[in-house]
């Protein structure tokens, strides 16, 4: 895992979107001298066409850009379902407009000029947590998967194990025999891969924090 976690780390990549050359190539140099992947931008439209949502990274935002704004393209990262940390940088900012890029998920709002240190700290917060929701994510994508191979009886039953009841409990409740509730048990517990009912009940509560599964489910 550790080896795994340093390998997503090399890959990580800043973007930079800036209308600025010569902040461009400032920051491409900061970033850099810190052994980062750069890619800079002057339009958030050519960011937007050449994104890929698999490679860990943080985004450095300007606000006023010429074309679409810095908080346009938030609006279309969240359209996309693209949930990039986005660090928003501006010598331009105002309160409302602050509000309104932290709504849209900016993880913060920095005036210029920003600190070279202040910045880097807030472009490896962004990385990081860019790579949890990733592990997260294909974590969540996993359980689904497995909770995929229950049969309709054996959810039935796993809904009732996860809120508490015994097996003799379940089996009087769906008027089935002991054993059976049992057998069942056993294979929820193979399925899910789950050692314990704790980590079961763990799994499942991760599993309903998927907005998309309860979408589908």
């Not at 780390?9 to 400032?26: G, L, N, Y």
């Not at 890029?101 to 947590?129: C, H, N, R, W």
């Not at 009732?160 to 097996?167: D, E, K, L, P, R």
Request: aromatic share 6%; with cysteine; proline share 4%.
């Amino acid at each position: 895992m550790l080896s795994e976690n340093m390998t997503i780390q090399q890959e990580a990549t800043v973007f930079v979107v800036d209308d600025d050359p010569a902040i461009r190539k400032s920051l491409r140099w900061l970033i850099e001298s810190v052994g980062l992947k750069v890619q800079t931008h002057e339009f958030a439209s050519e960011f937007l066409e050449s994104y890929s949502p698999d490679i860990p990274g943080c985004l450095v935002l300007d606000i006023r850009i010429p074309g679409m704004s810095g908080l346009e393209l938030q609006e279309k990262l969240r359209e996309r379902g693209y949930d990039i940390p986005v660090i928003i940088v501006s010598g331009y900012g105002d309160v409302p407009m602050a509000v309104r890029a932290m709504k849209a998920g900016a993880i913060d709002f920095l005036e210029k000029p920003v600190s070279d240190q202040v910045l880097l700290d807030y472009i490896q917060k962004g990385i990081e947590t860019d790579i949890k929701n990733k592990q997260n994510r294909i974590q969540n994508q996993d359980l689904m998967e497995r909770k995929e191979l229950l049969t309709r009886r054996e959810r039935e039953v796993m809904e009732y194990v996860v809120a508490g009841f015994s097996s003799r409990e379940i089996a009087g409740t769906l008027n089935v025999s002991f054993k059976t509730v049992e057998a069942h048990r056993a294979k929820i517990m193979k399925k899910m891969q789950a050692r314990s009912v704790p980590k079961l009940i763990q799994m499942d509560l991760q599993i309903k924090d998927v907005p998309e599964y309860n979408r589908n489910h």
